[in-house]
């Protein structure tokens, strides 16, 4: 199973004078069980690139194939696409509707088409997954604080069973706490689940500690497309489009030409820890 | 897909009718749309029809724009323009069963769809030309003699702006919650009434939380900013009538005495 990406472009209200390509054609190949950061500055088309992978949005030209069938093609069966491909959007606690946690959880696999029974279990086993305590299950979910709401809806996705999940900014306007909650939510469900996970993000720290692959997209293309060691060792370019490399690797840079004899392709705030005791070491 | 909707679309260029004082827009807006229904013979049909394609000649706005505010009521157009070409009692010129084209259903028709047609580009002119911002400052101007029978109208002004500029940030939002609903299976394009009615309730509640949050953040920062309503409050730029809009009201009027005048008064 995987996601590919061939030569997809998309141009927004095309035929009119306010027409914009957003994205120019993009092509990439996501493997099963990949963890892969999608990276860019804002109006890089990150959001709208998330958008075609479950089919909300059409490409004006290029294909998109998802397990080898061309997701755009008039009798492919969309609904359970986005069964499959589930998608958090930005700010995913504005969707919430329901009166309690519970039932808008079981929103999506209601809809998917699973039976009563299977819908409430799938709720209650995502519910568990994102740490949601028993006792709130059944109160309103705008009662919550903005971490749980955030955690809700996206159990609200987790509970269509995905196989893959798409995540766009879903660390947007959250405190640190909250950041780290959360993305050590989506890493445990990656090693554990065995879903394969899109992280969109504009923030190279937020990835830098978690993702297996960085796509980085500036104006609309794909800019680079690497392991995040790879990515970061370009951080002059990156600077350039507006992005930054972790705070490690400027640190680790300054060291090195003060004399230390550190490896400036670390990453992780304990990779660097790693390498600067080692050569203080020396 | 929300997106296509446009309302109250404003032109950005510059021209003479941009330029002028929203007040002269709105009257003459006002005085265009009596004239319409004062005249009544084919001079004042004439004059009409000459005064709006100068005006839209005098805007700059491509035609294109005009007519596209047309599309709206294409089918108000067809049914007001056949119900009065067949169902007009008089000379009949033509009959099927019950059906007959009378010489009076001829001219009723095609004035009615005439009348249509001018009013929608009448006032689209103002829309097109004319700022949303502009347009209620010239309202609250325009309006400000009724603060004597104590009328709010700065504040229903106020709020004429703020709902006029909520309209995109909405259709945006409903856009984005749609969205949402869809990739967690929501059905919106359902043709079963009931299903389509029950499949609102996902949009519709998180669009008027989020229409309150706004309004509440909107508020606290108005408030923020000392915002006490309109009394003693003055204006960053503040509507002066200029030559060009006094030439304007000239102008208007001329053409409500050339359309009293030719139009229902003078017999040919």
Redesign the interface.
């Known amino acids: 199973m995987s996601i590919i990406l061939d030569h997809v472009c998309h141009t927004y209200?095309s035929g009119t004078d306010l027409k914009s390509d957003a994205l120019k054609d993009v092509s990439f190949k996501i493997e099963d069980g990949e963890f892969v950061g999608l990276i860019g500055h804002t109006g890089s088309g990150k959001s709208t690139l998330v958008?075609h992978l479950?089919g909300?949005l059409k490409p004006t030209s290029g294909n998109i194939y998802f397990d080898g069938a061309d997701i755009n093609d008039s009798d492919y069966d969309r609904?359970n696409l986005?069964?499959q491909v589930?998608?958090v959007?930005q700010y995913?606690e504005?969707?919430?509707?329901e009166a309690d946690v519970f039932s808008d959880v079981s929103?999506?696999p209601?809809?998917?088409g699973f039976d009563k029974k299977e819908a409430e279990l799938t709720a209650y086993s995502a519910l568990e997954m994102v740490g949601i305590p028993h006792d709130l299950f059944y109160v309103s979910p705008?009662d919550l604080s903005g971490g749980q709401k955030r955690r809700v809806a996206i159990a609200?996705?987790l509970a269509?069973k995905p196989r893959v999940l798409v995540l766009d900014e879903p660390t947007a306007g959250l405190d640190p706490a909250g950041r780290d909650e959360i993305l050590s939510l989506i890493k445990k469900l990656h090693d554990e689940n065995k879903i394969t996970v899109i992280l969109v993000s504009h923030s190279m720290e937020d990835v830098a500690n978690y993702v297996d692959r960085i796509i980085v997209m500036n104006d609309g293309s794909v800019y680079l497309d690497d392991t995040p060691r790879n990515v970061f060792s370009h951080y002059r370019e990156l600077e350039s489009i507006g992005l930054s490399a972790p705070a490690v690797t400027y640190i680790l840079g300054a060291l090195q030409n003060k004399g230390f004899n550190v490896d400036t392709n670390a990453t992780t705030i304990d990779e660097a820890l790693h390498t600067i005791l080692h050569a203080l070491k020396a | 897909m929300i997106r296509d909707i446009t309302i109250g679309q404003y032109y950005s260029t510059d021209s003479l009718i941009h330029r002028l004082d929203p007040r002269v827009k709105l009257v003459g807006t006002l005085c265009y749309i009596i004239s319409l229904f004062l005249i009544n013979n084919w001079p004042g049909y004439i004059i009409a029809t000459a005064f709006l394609f100068m005006v839209i000649a005098l805007s700059r706005v491509p035609v294109k724009f005009m007519v596209r505010g047309l599309r709206a009521i294409v089918l108000l157009l067809i049914i007001a323009g056949v119900v009065n070409l067949f169902f007009t009692p008089g000379e009949e010129l033509w009959a099927w069963k019950k059906l007959s084209i009378t010489k009076e259903g001829i001219t009723m028709a095609s004035t009615m769809v005439l009348r249509l047609i001018f009013l929608i580009m009448g006032s689209s002119i103002m829309t097109l030309t004319t700022t949303p911002n502009n347009l209620t400052d010239g309202l609250e101007k325009g309006l400000s003699f009724l603060k004597i029978f104590k009328a709010p109208v700065h504040e229903m002004a106020m709020m004429m702006s703020i709902a006029l500029r909520f309209i995109p940030i909405l259709l945006e939002e409903t856009d984005k919650i749609m969205k949402a609903q869809i990739a967690r299976g929501a059905d919106f394009e359902s043709k079963n009434l009931i299903k389509k009615a029950k499949a609102l309730v996902p949009l519709l509640v998180p669009l008027f939380v989020s229409a309150f949050r706004r309004a509440n953040d909107l508020a606290l920062a108005m408030e923020a900013r000392c915002y006490r309503g309109g009394d003693g409050r003055t204006k960053m730029k503040p509507l002066i009538y200029k030559k060009a809009d006094a030439a304007a009201y000239l102008v208007i009027l001329l053409y409500m005495i050339a359309c009293i005048y030719f139009g229902r008064i003078f017999k040919f």
């Open positions: 209200e958008q479950n909300l609904k986005r069964r589930g998608l959007f995913p504005h969707q919430l509707f929103f999506g209601k809809n998917m705008f609200g996705v269509m």
